[in-house]
């Protein structure tokens, strides 16, 4: 990890120790106590939602709560060993000091985060009976603070993108779901002679001030797609999504380009699925903000092998791989 994601870990560590509560009071480490188990037996046993936990699970693996072997079976580490009754330095008793010191809004999140686990649905669709970015629109203010705080996030990894990626030889670049307009402004600025294109919500571009030689349009990514020439990127969004979501919106994406264009996805890729808290940590917030829908993976983040196959699915071919100090990238050729 570099500082950046360091630090990025401290500020959200809250979030493990939710989902690790919540898994406690699931009974999660206890019915693995004994033995491994399948994941569709932990979902039975613990009365929850096969998606949502084995995302959770997935993120807590980073922290070396679990494993998940390539079957699906779950076990306990020698770290998680002391979160069960039986562990002779088992930590549960502190654990319900902790409960019991700490306030009853604490005890209603708690609540929250276990019914997340139950049900799939998000930290938002739960408290708020709404998805995150509906949320968003109804809260313009609340939407302003959120592209800023995209914007801080993306700086750095802009800056890794523009010194790791060549574009001189795209004349027309589409940014998809690109927010305020900080990884597409940065790249104009960068190639005077390139033409880009902003997709995102309607709401959202209406924020942006304009920027030379870029046109934004408003848009619903999971609907048609106005065209795309030239290449187009992506960052940061089909994380947000589920797979068939994700699907989807590649379907669109890849029916706008025209064929031999390249699509650029800027993404973490989890190419193990433990020790990489950076990871874990988004892996969680995913869950946390857009629950756990659809029958498939996702949302998270992707290994290369589910990057593949999306791609495939929606006619691209996968060109080539790269790890950039912030984030990692995934390069495809429309077929
Ligand atoms: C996590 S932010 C990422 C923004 C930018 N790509 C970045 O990396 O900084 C997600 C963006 O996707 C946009 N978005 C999400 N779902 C969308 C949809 N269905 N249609 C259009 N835009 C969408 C949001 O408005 C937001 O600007």
């Known amino acids: ?74 076990s306990l580490t020698d770290v998680s060993r002391h979160l069960t009754l039986e562990s002779e330095f088992s930590l549960r008793s502190w654990q319900e000091f902790c409960q019991l010191a700490q306030s009853a809004q604490h005890q209603q999140r708690r609540d929250l985060w276990e019914q997340l686990l139950r049900t799939g649905k998000s930290i938002y669709q739960l408290g708020r009976d709404r998805l995150f970015y509906d949320y968003l629109r109804e809260h313009q203010e609340l939407a302003a603070a959120f592209d800023k705080g995209m914007e801080s996030m993306s700086r750095i990894e802009v800056r890794d993108i523009l010194q790791g990626f060549d574009f001189s030889a795209s004349e027309h670049l589409t940014e998809i779901a690109g927010g305020n307009g900080m990884l597409i402004a940065g790249v104009l600025r960068q190639y005077q002679d390139v033409q880009g294109q902003l997709f995102d919500f309607p709401d959202v571009v209406n924020r942006i001030e304009p920027i030379p030689r870029l046109k934004t349009v408003g848009v619903d990514i999971h609907r048609v797609l106005p065209n795309i020439p ?49 990871i874990g940590i988004k892996n969680l917030q995913m869950l946390l903000v857009h629950g756990a829908p659809g029958g498939s993976g996702g949302p998270g983040e992707r290994t290369l092998a589910e990057f593949a196959s999306l791609l495939t699915r929606a006619g691209f071919e996968l060109l080539e791989t790269q790890r950039l100090p912030s984030i990692d990238a995934v390069v495809a050729l429309r077929r």
Not at 250 to 266: C, D
């Open 1 to 74: 990890m570099i500082p950046y994601q360091q630090m990025f870990c401290i500020l959200d560590y809250r979030i493990v120790s939710h989902f690790t509560e919540a898994c406690i009071g699931l009974g999660v480490f206890d019915y693995l106590a004994a033995d491994p188990l399948p994941l569709s037996e932990l979902v039975k046993r613990t009365g929850t939602h096969q998606r949502a936990l084995y995302r959770c699970l997935r993120g807590l693996a980073h922290f070396g709560l679990f494993v998940m072997e390539s079957d699906f079976t779950v």
């Open 230 to 278: 030239g290449d187009a990127m992506i960052k940061r969004i089909l994380h947000s999504y589920s797979d068939e979501q994700a699907h989807n919106i590649l379907n669109h994406v890849s029916n706008s380009m025209g064929s031999g264009n390249k699509l650029y996805i800027f993404e973490l890729i989890e190419d193990h699925l433990t020790n990489n808290p950076y």
